[in-house]
């Protein structure tokens, strides 16, 4: 029997874990839905036990019952996970409260400081703001805080024992990591008043960190002592895989999160990481677009407004997703002048602006569910092309990934709107790709050449056509007239919603 990768995914809605083989076949899958919570508007949290490891320990079960006869093959384990999170942690190795998520924007006045304080350029995705509003609002919290960790590091140590952070996760979470050094800066953390001990020890993605532990192998069946590598956020790993490792590729992420990354350099040539920033400023992957609502606008629509879609689709056995889409295919390109601002929990791209919010605009009493959904899809597609014309000379491929872009109608709305053909593997997942670094990690697998041509198989296509993107010409410069027009009404809204 081959040595076996094991690969988990902690995504915001969900979480994912494949078996392969150093080939790329996938033997087994599994997956578990769950979503954070929203104790307060502009507020995101999770339970890091029971939303990250027990969940994850769950799949891992799942995957090693499924093939028990060869769970003595498996040779790396690979964890990635959404990011940045803050997740404090206490003497004892517990976390004292729930984590804050990256989508979070309760620390708006924190950030400005530290932008301030230290001469920084952060947004409000970053951990450090959140940090110093912990040390403002829950001090008690703070002072007993150890460390801090994001969702995979917290999986890892569950698994090894041994806390430790990849160099891409540090590099994001403020302002503190120096990409020249590959270390925490302690000046930094100084001028902002943070302890500099409560950051763990950092690690290249790839390196092996520690060993499964008795008890991690009671709790998910894998066996003792099998390597677990360092792991990263969730980016790199779903960019490995779907294949989007050459230079002139780029991945388009329909999670709940919506990404658009372009690489630039041979991603072998930065396996370890850290893979957006480097010393000499040549990022292995540049940023094209980040959109905080994505997947999680169309749950937030089957959750609030499917009931029917859900009840039918259970009596058929069928998704109600296919059902959602099936309606929304018959609304015409433009859903009829209804436009969406896909803004939910504050704008990323073009410019930051966490005050801002969801809007439908243009609603007629002609308009159904059925547009508005449409609408949703949309909106996403015109967010991403706002940030394009800048990449799209180094785009030569562009590869659509992750659980929206099962939704063939929601890939071509983003070809007629982008005015560009998609690929889509239906085998590609963040899962597939933080196993394939895993194999990396031990050394099964060596050419990341093979993901590209051997672990994925037969894309589907879809191409622009011609009536819908002249259509989209259209009404794309009134969507970001719209977008810029809210700004201003949006902020006011936000101070009255605060006090």
């Not at 839905?33 to 891992?60: F, L, N, T, Y």
């Not at 989508?103 to 703001?129: M, Y």
């Amino acid at each position: 029997m081959p040595a076996l990768l094991l690969g988990v995914d902690l995504g915001t809605q969900g979480v994912k874990g494949v078996l392969v083989d150093a080939k790329g076949s996938v033997l087994a899958s599994a997956g578990l839905a769950r979503g954070p919570r929203h104790p307060r508007p502009g507020w995101v949290e999770m339970d890091a036990e029971q939303d990250w490891w027990v969940p994850a320990a769950e799949i891992m079960r799942r995957l090693t019952a499924q093939l028990p006869e060869h769970t003595g093959f498996i040779a790396a384990v690979g964890v990635c996970g959404l990011v940045p999170c803050l997740c404090p942690m206490g003497a004892d190795g517990w976390p004292l409260r729930p984590a804050i998520l990256y989508s979070d924007n309760r620390a708006l006045e924190e950030l400005a400081w530290a932008n301030a304080r230290a001469g920084l350029s952060l947004t409000a995705e970053a951990v450090v703001p959140k940090l110093l509003w912990l040390q403002r609002h829950e001090p008690d919290v703070f002072a007993r805080t150890t460390a801090v960790l994001s969702a995979h590091n917290y999986v890892v140590l569950r698994l090894t024992g041994r806390r430790s952070m990849d160099y891409d996760t540090a590099s994001i979470i403020g302002g503190i990591f120096d990409p020249h050094g590959k270390r925490w800066d302690a000046q930094v953390c100084q001028q902002l008043g943070i302890p500099p001990e409560i950051w763990p020890p950092l690690y290249p993605a790839t390196a092996l960190v520690g060993e499964v532990t008795a008890e991690a192998a009671r709790q998910t069946g894998l066996p003792a002592g099998v390597p677990v590598i360092a792991g990263s956020g969730d980016t790199f790993p779903t960019i490995v895989g779907c294949g989007a490792v050459d230079p002139g590729d780029a991945m388009l992420s329909f999670g709940t999160t919506g990404l658009l990354t372009i690489t630039r350099r041979p991603l072998v040539e930065s396996a370890g990481g850290p893979h957006f920033s480097s010393a000499d400023g040549t990022a292995a992957v540049d940023w094209g677009a980040n959109i905080l609502s994505a997947s999680r606008l169309v749950d937030w629509f089957l959750r609030e407004f499917g009931g029917a879609e859900r009840t039918t689709a259970e009596r058929l056995g069928e998704s109600p997703f296919v059902l959602l889409e099936q309606e929304a295919a018959r609304i015409p390109a433009g859903s009829e002048g209804l436009i969406v601002l896909p803004h939910w929990l504050g704008r990323r791209t073009p410019t930051p602006d966490a005050t801002m919010r969801g809007a439908l605009l243009g609603l007629s009493p002609s308009h159904t569910a059925a547009h508005i959904y449409r609408a949703l899809l949309e909106s996403f597609a015109y967010n991403v092309r706002q940030s394009l014309p800048a990449h799209r000379p180094n785009i030569t491929r562009l590869v659509a990934t992750a659980g929206g872009a099962r939704s063939r109608l929601w890939r071509q709305i983003c070809a007629d709107v982008l005015d560009m053909p998609l690929e889509y593997y239906p085998q590609a997942s963040g899962a597939l790709g933080i196993a394939f670094l895993a194999g990396c990690a031990v050394g099964q697998v060596r050419d990341f050449s093979a993901i590209k041509h051997q672990w994925l198989k037969e894309p589907e296509l879809v191409y622009p056509e011609a009536g819908a993107k002249a259509v989209y010409d259209r009404l794309f410069p009134i969507y970001e007239e719209f977008d810029a027009a809210v700004a201003g009404p949006f902020a006011h809204l936000a101070e009255i919603r605060d006090r």
